[in-house]
C-alpha cells in the first residue's frame, strides 16, 4: 500500500535560516508526491508535486523539494523561512489506481520564530 | 473566484442527529472528495467521486453517505451522528492528475 511518513510533529526554525520538513515514502511502482500548507482555519494549498524530471521541484511562495528515490524521500525546502510561512504542511502521495485519490501524512507543524 | 465552498462552517449535533454538508465547485472538475482531518491523524479519506452520478467509499467510509446527482456539488451525510464524529471535514476537487483544490472546512462538534 501507498505511504508516507513525516517523522516530526514540529519543526522550529528563526526567520531568515534555511528550513527542512521531511517526508518519506513507501510506494509501489514510480511515486506521485505533493506537497501541501494548510494555515489556521483554512483548507490545504497546494505547493508543489513531483511526477516526474528533476528531483528539485520548485513551487509556491519560494519552497522547493528534493526528491531522492534512494532514500525514498521527499523533504521541502525553503533557503530563508519567513514568519509568515508558520502553518501546517502535509506530505501526500496518489494512490495507485486512477482516481487521483491522495494519501496523507500527518502534518508537520512549522514555526517560524523572528 | 469561489472554488470550492463548503456549507455550512460551524454545526453543533446532538448524538443521534441527522444532518448534510454542502461542497459545491465551479471549476468544472470531475473528481471531488470528502475528508476528515483529526488532531494527530491528517487527512482521511471519507468518500470520493470520479464523476457526476458515481461515489466510491475511501479509507473511512462508516456512519457517511454522500451524493453526486449535479457535477458541481458533492453532498456528505451523517445518518444519526456521533461523537466519534466530531471532527473538521474537508471537501476538495479536481482534474485527472492535477492538484486537489480544497474548502476552507466545516467544523462539526457532536455532544
Known amino acids: 500500500a501507498q505511504s508516507v511518513a513525516q517523522p516530526e510533529d514540529q519543526v522550529n526554525v528563526a526567520e531568515g535560516n534555511p528550513l527542512t520538513v521531511k517526508c518519506t515514502y513507501s510506494v509501489s511502482g514510480n511515486p506521485y508526491l505533493f506537497w501541501y500548507v494548510q494555515y489556521p482555519n483554512r483548507g490545504l494549498q497546494f505547493l508543489l508535486k513531483y511526477i516526474t524530471g528533476d528531483n528539485l521541484v520548485k513551487g509556491s511562495y519560494g519552497f522547493e523539494a528534493e526528491f531522492n528515490k534512494s532514500q525514498t524521500s521527499f523533504h521541502l525546502k525553503k533557503p530563508s523561512a519567513l514568519v509568515s510561512d508558520s502553518a501546517l504542511y502535509f506530505c501526500a502521495v496518489r494512490d495507485r489506481d486512477r482516481t487521483d485519490k491522495l494519501i496523507f501524512g500527518t502534518g508537520t507543524r512549522l514555526q517560524v520564530f523572528p | 473566484n469561489a472554488g470550492v465552498t463548503q456549507t455550512p462552517k460551524f454545526r453543533v449535533l446532538k448524538t443521534g442527529q441527522s444532518m448534510t454538508l454542502l461542497c459545491a465547485q465551479d471549476?468544472?472538475?470531475?473528481?471531488m472528495y470528502w475528508y476528515r482531518q483529526d488532531p494527530g491523524m491528517g487527512l482521511r479519506l471519507i468518500h470520493y467521486s470520479v464523476g457526476e452520478g458515481t461515489t466510491a467509499k475511501g479509507e473511512v467510509p462508516d456512519g457517511y453517505n454522500v451524493s453526486r446527482l449535479k457535477k458541481q456539488n458533492f453532498l456528505l451525510g451523517l445518518e444519526s451522528a456521533a461523537p466519534s464524529q466530531t471532527s473538521v471535514y474537508f471537501c476538495?476537487?479536481?482534474?485527472?492528475?492535477?492538484?486537489?483544490?480544497f474548502g476552507d472546512g466545516t467544523r462539526l462538534s457532536i455532544l
Open positions: 476538495a476537487s479536481s482534474d485527472f492528475n492535477q492538484p486537489q483544490h
Open positions: 471549476m468544472n472538475h470531475e473528481y
